[in-house]
Every structure is written in structure tokens, then in C-alpha cells.
């Protein structure tokens, strides 16, 4: 785009240059020239609280050189809001920013404004969200914002058929160490607030799902917290898993697992003195052999359970 100036349709707009204090500011920021224009005569419209076709194409103009502008984005969406701008529309040119910048936070709540204001999911949006997916399966921001659009249009399932469970499926079997996939797992089957019980036979086949991931790679602790987590949500004592985590750290045997220790340990720290004994020994074997890393955290755990050396 030309400068604005030497264009008729902005001829009417005084441009507001950004004040840095003066001639000789400190530390001013070394702005383009285009950018520093086209941000002149933002601010110049919204000064005037101008909400136009013109404007969207400024603001468009100015994401393209800075798409972590956040005040831009709001602005376009107050015009956008303003002239009943066909949501589906936006949604076509922001799928072209979004694949370009993959980590713009900016970009997600913008796209989550636009689509507050529909009633019903387009179909689009689940494919575009696995094509981004796609390039970064653990991008925290297209997570967090499926996790949003899960709650707005109520995708909570606990059948394994539904389109969620099986998009998290296809990524598990991609990579099972995959703990965002893991996350939104839960959040589609336990999110739900109007859910106030789980089924038995879900939380039994999340037990079972869980379990053969675990079987797969003993050694990653995303299965291990989900199982955790379905046995607290469930109401079920973890001594009912026992004898699994014994498989990957039976005492006296090699441990395949340190997850299942610490699974063991906490198991055995909620029993009498002969169990915390146990549970002391587990946490010693984290602290000194299988997880010294985080012996200081081990040893706190040890700690807690009031009882003296083995």
C-alpha cells in the first residue's frame, strides 16, 4: 500500500503522529515509515470512533507489518461488530495470519471474539484447528482456545465415537507423550460443570485407556497423572491400582517406571506405619537412584510422612 497521504479516500483524516517526547526522546522505539504512518492514522479514526470498511483495511495493513498489535485487534473487532461483518468471512483472512504466525496470542483471542458471537460451530473450524495442530501439536494457544470452543458449543462427550475424543485419539497414537492431547482428553470427558458424577463405565474405560499407554512406555508420566486423576475424579482409592504399578516397581525388583514408584509411594503414604515405611523406602529410591534431580522434593515428601528411617 502507498502512503496515505497521496490517497483521496484518507484525504479527509488529520493523521495523529505517536508523541516519544519530543525531538530528542530517550529511547524512541525506530519505527518504519509505513508503519509509523499507517499507525498515525489509526489513531487519528479512533479518535473520531470511525468504524468503516477504510478502517478495516488499515487495520489489516497494520497487522501485516505487526500482528501483536493487541490494540489494533480490538479495534478491528469493534468495527467488524460495528458494520455486521460476515464472521465467516474474518474467519477465511485469519486463517491465512494464523498459519503464518503460529504463536500470536493476539490472533486466538481475536478469533475467539468473532466466534462468541455465533450460535453454532462452522464446520470449518475443527479441520482448520487440526491443520494447525498438524504443524505444532502442542501449541498451547490453539489448545486453549479448542478448549474454549469445546465449552462455548458444549462438545463435552464421553463417548469414545465423538469427533473430540476421536481427535485426541489420532494424536495419541501419533505421540503418546503428547501431554496437551492428554489435558484436553480430561477437559472433554470431566470438564463438563453440569456433570456432577462420572459413569462407571467411563472412568473404567479411562482406567483401562490409561493403563495401555502406560503397558506402551512405562516411563511417561502423562498416562501416570491421568490415571491419578480419573481415580480422584471417580471416587476410587488408588490401592485398587496397586498391584498394576507393582508391575513397574515391585520392592526388591528393577524399576521400570519412576512414575510408578511415586504412584506406589503416595498409595502407600495414605496407610498405616508399615505402609509409610514403605512409602519412605519408594521416595528414598526416587531421591537417591531414579529421580535425584528433584531429591529436595522427594525428600519433602518424606518428610511428611512423620516417620523415622526404615
Given at each position: 500500500m502507498g502512503n496515505y497521504e497521496d490517497i483521496a479516500e484518507w484525504a479527509d483524516i488529520i493523521p495523529?503522529?505517536?508523541?516519544?517526547?519530543?525531538?530528542?526522546?530517550?529511547a524512541a522505539i525506530a519505527y518504519t515509515d509505513e508503519y509509523s504512518?499507517?499507525?498515525?492514522?489509526?489513531?487519528?479514526?479512533?479518535?473520531?470512533?470511525e468504524k468503516s470498511e477504510r478502517v478495516l483495511g488499515l487495520t489489516e495493513h497494520i497487522i501485516s507489518m505487526n500482528p501483536a498489535h493487541y490494540t489494533v485487534w480490538l479495534y478491528r473487532a469493534d468495527v467488524l461488530q460495528a458494520l455486521n461483518h460476515d464472521p465467516a468471512t474474518e474467519l477465511e483472512w485469519l486463517n491465512k495470519i494464523s498459519?503464518?504466525?503460529?504463536?500470536?496470542?493476539?490472533?486466538?483471542?481475536?478469533?475467539?471474539?468473532?466466534?462468541?458471537?455465533?450460535?453454532?460451530?462452522?464446520?470449518?473450524?475443527?479441520?482448520?484447528?487440526?491443520?494447525?495442530?498438524?504443524k505444532d501439536a502442542k501449541n498451547y494457544h490453539v489448545w486453549s482456545y479448542r478448549q474454549w470452543l469445546v465449552a462455548h458449543f458444549s462438545l463435552w462427550s464421553t463417548s469414545p465415537s465423538s469427533s473430540e475424543l476421536n481427535f485426541v485419539e489420532h494424536l495419541?497414537?501419533?505421540?503418546?507423550r503428547n501431554n496437551s492431547a492428554w489435558h484436553h482428553r480430561w477437559f472433554v470427558i470431566f470438564g463438563n460443570p453440569d456433570h456432577t458424577s462420572v459413569p462407571t463405565e467411563t472412568s473404567q474405560r479411562e482406567i483401562d485407556f490409561a493403563k495401555s499407554k502406560i503397558r506402551e512406555a512405562p516411563q511417561n508420566q502423562s498416562p501416570w497423572n491421568y490415571l491419578k486423576g480419573v481415580l480422584k475424579k471417580s471416587g476410587l482409592g488408588m490401592g485398587a491400582l496397586g498391584g498394576f504399578a507393582e508391575e513397574f516397581a515391585a520392592e526388591g525388583e528393577e524399576v521400570r517406571s519412576s512414575h510408578a514408584l511415586d504412584f506406589l509411594a503416595e498409595m502407600w503414604s495414605q496407610g498405616g506405619v508399615e505402609e509409610k515405611k514403605k512409602a519412605e523406602r519408594a521416595l528414598a529410591l526416587?531421591?537417591?537412584?531414579?529421580?535425584?534431580?528433584?531429591?529436595?522434593?522427594?525428600?519433602?515428601?518424606?518428610r511428611l510422612l512423620g516417620v523415622g528411617q526404615a
Amino acid at each position: 500500500m502507498g502512503n496515505y497521504e497521496d490517497i483521496a479516500e484518507w484525504a479527509d483524516i488529520i493523521p495523529i503522529p505517536q508523541d516519544d517526547g519530543g525531538p530528542n526522546a530517550l529511547a524512541a522505539i525506530a519505527y518504519t515509515d509505513e508503519y509509523s504512518e499507517a499507525m498515525s492514522y489509526l489513531r487519528a479514526v479512533m479518535a473520531d470512533d470511525e468504524k468503516s470498511e477504510r478502517v478495516l483495511g488499515l487495520t489489516e495493513h497494520i497487522i501485516s507489518m505487526n500482528p501483536a498489535h493487541y490494540t489494533v485487534w480490538l479495534y478491528r473487532a469493534d468495527v467488524l461488530q460495528a458494520l455486521n461483518h460476515d464472521p465467516a468471512t474474518e474467519l477465511e483472512w485469519l486463517n491465512k495470519i494464523s498459519l503464518k504466525h503460529l504463536k500470536n496470542y493476539q490472533i486466538w483471542h481475536h478469533r475467539q471474539t468473532i466466534m462468541s458471537q455465533l450460535s453454532t460451530l462452522p464446520p470449518p473450524e475443527l479441520p482448520f484447528l487440526s491443520r494447525m495442530l498438524a504443524k505444532d501439536a502442542k501449541n498451547y494457544h490453539v489448545w486453549s482456545y479448542r478448549q474454549w470452543l469445546v465449552a462455548h458449543f458444549s462438545l463435552w462427550s464421553t463417548s469414545p465415537s465423538s469427533s473430540e475424543l476421536n481427535f485426541v485419539e489420532h494424536l495419541l497414537l501419533a505421540d503418546l507423550r503428547n501431554n496437551s492431547a492428554w489435558h484436553h482428553r480430561w477437559f472433554v470427558i470431566f470438564g463438563n460443570p453440569d456433570h456432577t458424577s462420572v459413569p462407571t463405565e467411563t472412568s473404567q474405560r479411562e482406567i483401562d485407556f490409561a493403563k495401555s499407554k502406560i503397558r506402551e512406555a512405562p516411563q511417561n508420566q502423562s498416562p501416570w497423572n491421568y490415571l491419578k486423576g480419573v481415580l480422584k475424579k471417580s471416587g476410587l482409592g488408588m490401592g485398587a491400582l496397586g498391584g498394576f504399578a507393582e508391575e513397574f516397581a515391585a520392592e526388591g525388583e528393577e524399576v521400570r517406571s519412576s512414575h510408578a514408584l511415586d504412584f506406589l509411594a503416595e498409595m502407600w503414604s495414605q496407610g498405616g506405619v508399615e505402609e509409610k515405611k514403605k512409602a519412605e523406602r519408594a521416595l528414598a529410591l526416587l531421591a537417591d537412584t531414579y529421580d535425584p534431580i528433584r531429591k529436595n522434593y522427594w525428600d519433602y515428601r518424606k518428610r511428611l510422612l512423620g516417620v523415622g528411617q526404615a
